[in-house]
Nanobody, 128 residues
Framework: QVQLVESGGGLVQAGGSLRLSCAAS????????MGWFRQDPGKEREFVAA????????YYTDSVKGRFTISRDNAKNTVYLQMNSLKPEDTAVYYC?????????????????????WGQGTQVTVSS
């Protein structure tokens, strides 16, 4: 079993930055591909960023490319999402997710159904 706890959300003005953290429990965290998603009320959960087990392979949705960076520190069992040049349309609840099948390849995963564990979410609000 893996537990994920997000932190770092908050209120920021457009153009500002936030860094989200996702602390994970579990001995095999370092072997799990990870992802970040976001969701507005009444909308489907949207893919934001993903990476493979090592962090060496990453992928971003087009709207955040060049502004967001996903990374991980396996020694600390933590995943990060650095968000720069924030826009009002980035406002959402952000969730980190872990795919619970250990994988040492370069593959990352883009769909919510491909992940087994989810955090409780952290609110990000960007004011104009």
């Amino acid at each position: 079993q893996v537990q994920l706890v997000e932190s770092g959300g908050g209120l920021v003005q457009a153009g500002g930055s936030l860094r989200l953290s996702c602390a994970a429990s579990g001995r095999t965290f370092s072997t799990y591909p990870m992802g970040w998603f976001r969701q507005d009320p009444g909308k489907e959960r949207e893919f934001v960023a993903a990476m493979n087990w090592s962090g060496g392979s990453t992928y971003y949705t087009d709207s955040v490319k060049g502004r967001f960076t996903i990374s991980r520190d396996n020694a600390k069992n933590t995943v990060y999402l650095q968000m720069n040049s924030l826009k009002p349309e980035d406002t959402a609840v952000y969730y980190c997710a872990a795919r619970g099948t250990p994988s040492y390849g370069s593959r990352y995963y883009l769909k919510p159904i491909e992940y087994d564990y989810w955090g409780q979410g952290t609110q990000v609000t960007v004011s104009s």
